[in-house]
């Protein structure tokens, strides 16, 4: 029932839709003729020729010889396309090129730079090693000072064998003669170099220009150098008459064998043992200022800059002081120590603490003198503590 219906309808639709549309039979033998698609042709056909006319405006405005091609310049070189490619591959070019000159600039620059960084290196390490006259200055007086302190001590024994001799009374010494002798002796000594005007006019000798400089301390302690030999006489002279001015005489013969001489030989050892220390301590003194080196030209200008007089032959104490001095107060060191790499001022207080070292050397070989001299007194004075009050008795052995 419901497919009849369904077919029913069907039927209907079509009928009514022929009606509507107006649609009649064709016949075969007349010509078939749609003038709506014909008209929707042309129109079409006139759009076609219409777009074509503009895309042919279009193009010959773009063409070599049209107006914006006018515009761009002339097309002698091609076409704007072409160019323009060109252009953008010269560009392209370009700015690779650019690229690796910007790296061969870098390149050179920083070439450039590390060869500059490395002179500059180079001249530290220059500079850092150069050897500042002031090196020079310390190593003369260095070597100055080391051969003073061996002529120092050459003085000092040539000295201390002389004044033992004396001391001990030695045959050929005044004092091996007598008491008397050898108070003349050191008279006679005094009258022929340091006569003083009162002596003069006593008769006893003739004025000197060294008026008792055997008793002045200042001919012990002077400037750094004695004058000459006159210099170094007046000092042992002076040393002389502070520590053992007149000798006691000789013991000989039967002095010596008897029980009394006996022990007056052991006392005299004693004295004479005491007496070669104190002078030996003196000697040392006297034998550090007795002019035993030369001296070059920088330390006499130097000596000149303390307003001292230059002197061509100095002491071990003069070229000690000027070694000193020149750390201390010298111009030209001070001005050199201010321009001076750090390799430079550590090489200068090297030398610095080299010669502290050798100054604190010595003073312990100094210490060590008047260490004896003070054990020695100290064995002195307990000496004399043990010594009895009064005589004691003799004990009889024979009872022991």
Not at 6 to 30: C, E, K, R, W
Not at 224 to 241: I, L, P, S
Request: charged share 20%.
């Amino acid at each position: 029932m419901k497919k009849t219906s369904l077919l029913t309808s069907t039927t209907v639709g079509v009928l009514i839709g022929a009606a509507v549309f107006g649609a009649s039979p064709a016949v075969s033998q007349m010509a078939v003729v749609d003038m709506t698609a014909i008209g929707v042709q042309q129109g079409l056909k006139a759009l076609q020729d219409q777009a074509n006319g503009i895309l042919k405006s279009i193009t010959g405005q773009l063409g070599l010889s049209g107006p914006i091609a006018s515009l761009l310049g002339s097309s002698t070189y091609g076409d704007v396309t072409t160019l323009l490619r060109q252009g953008f591959t010269q560009n392209a070019n370009y700015s690779k090129a650019q690229i690796s000159a910007q790296r061969d600039i870098a390149d050179a620059s920083n070439n450039a730079m590390a060869r500059f960084e490395r002179d500059k290196r180079n001249a530290q390490i220059r500079d850092e090693h150069v050897v500042n006259p002031l090196h020079c200055a310390h190593l003369d007086n260095g070597q100055t000072i080391t051969v003073g302190a061996g002529q120092s001590w050459k003085v000092a024994t040539a000295i201390q064998d002389v004044g033992d001799e004396r001391g001990e009374a030695k045959k050929g010494q005044p004092a091996y003669y007598g008491t008397s002798q050898a108070v003349e002796a050191i008279n006679m000594l005094h009258y022929a170099r340091y006569c003083s005007q009162d002596e003069a006019a006593a008769g006893l000798c003739a004025a000197s220009k060294r008026e008792n400089a055997d008793q002045r301390a200042s001919s012990l302690f002077g400037t750094g150098t004695y004058d000459g030999q006159d210099g170094v006489n007046a000092a042992n002279d002076y040393v002389t008459n502070l520590i053992q001015p007149i000798v006691p005489t000789a013991q000989r013969g039967a002095q010596l064998a008897s029980l009394d001489g006996k022990e007056a030989s052991v006392r005299r050892r004693k004295y004479e043992a005491r007496m070669s220390l104190a002078r030996n301590v003196i000697n040392e003194v006297l034998a550090a200022q007795s002019p035993s080196v030369p001296l070059n030209a920088q330390q006499k200008k130097q000596m000149k800059d303390e307003g001292l007089v230059p002197v061509d032959t100095g002491s071990w104490l003069q070229a000690l002081q000027l070694d000193v001095h020149r750390r201390y107060s010298d111009v030209n060191w001070a001005a050199q120590l201010q321009s001076m790499p750090p390799a430079a001022v550590e090489r200068e207080i090297a030398n610095e603490l080299a010669v502290t070292n050798y100054l604190l050397l010595e003073n312990y070989r100094m210490a060590m003198k008047n260490a004896a001299v003070n054990a020695t007194h100290l064995a002195s004075a307990a000496e004399h503590d043990v010594r009895p009050a009064v005589e004691l008795p003799t004990p009889n052995m024979a009872n022991q």
